[in-house]
């Protein structure tokens, strides 16, 4: 990966099946990843749309390894606190292969935290009192397909928010532009693939909806 | 528009190219849209991810006439109150004519709204009490997309809101999964392009963000 062409990189990857195979990728290299292409993937993010075309989305990349180690201090404890009821249920022999090989990269992830290449954090200015999810959630899907399209691994927690505006403060975040998901990204160890769901035909109904209760 | 491959159509659009001109388009020809069409673009929603593979969401795709205009009756009102203020702030002269466009667009999704092919919401399952946004928010990024990669127009709306309950009963929805948006989706009489942003430069930071107040 030293020579990368930026411009080019991921400008090929068809956009449907890019969507179809965009999954969390948890398990990444610790090689770095040159700044141009974060500034690629967020741009990409700023296309997202938002009320009144206001663009309340802030990114901030932390990359230096004391301060994503400081990061990871606060994530793990609000990680172990999350898996636990998971951990549990895994210890039974019929709990589902997918979702047990989920958590063990979920771990993986949580254990190699501060050796994430970027950990990249969106922000963004509240209205009335709250996140503009509706504006921000668009920009972080942006990013995570953006990554997918240049090759980079990448997934989409929010168990940083436990510690939210602890860490808010030390990324430069006001209070009225707080955090709303941490992007750990980096090369992957694994590669992109169409992960499992339900079939849309078991959530798409025509005029109203029937049976969901 | 007689004859179209579903399962071809669109697939060579490629992804970040896709993301840059996805712009919300408002003004939709009456045509219809094959349903095929519809499912394809909500399956693309379904890989969106979301906490522990929980994949909350669900799409309702309204097509009939009388059921589009019920809906527009409580959308005009709700858009009208929202729109006022720009209304009165774009008889300065100097309003910038972007917004000029993009309010008269609005303007005449309200106007239109009971004709647009097909109004799709997109509702799931709340937990601990509100919806999931950070997944919802992701599969209507990729509705947005998936769009764009088919050539229909689609934007986001959030004004049904104002009527929610009112709107999700009568559309099968029960109060814990409620619709957190409304897409109108036609065939557009506009086309896709790069919407008008602000450079990242301006809002990605390394580090530490500086200057935010």
Known sequence: MAEIEI???????PLLEGIRTTRSLRRLKPDPVPPALIRKVCEA???APSGGNRQPWFFVA??????????????RPAFLEYIA?????????????TQRKNMRAAIHLAEHLHEAPV?????GWTRRGRPQ???LMPAVQNVLLACRAVGLGACLTQLHLAFGREIDEWLGLPENCPSCAMIPIGWPRGRYA??????????????????ID
Chains 1, 2 share one sequence.
């Open 7 to 13: 411009d080019t990189l991921g400008e090929d990857v």
């Open 194 to 211: 169409r992960p499992s769901r339900r079939s849309v035909d078991t959530c798409l109904f025509w005029e109203r909806a029937e049976g």
């Open 119 to 123: 950990l990249l954090f969106v922000a």
């Open 62 to 75: 932390v990359t230096e390894p004391e301060r994503k180690a400081w990061i990871a201090d606060r994530y």
């Open 45 to 47: 993010a700023t296309f």
């Open 133 to 135: 999810l509706q504006a």
């Open 85 to 97: 009821p998971a951990v549990e249920a895994a210890k039974d022999p019929e709990y589902p292969e």
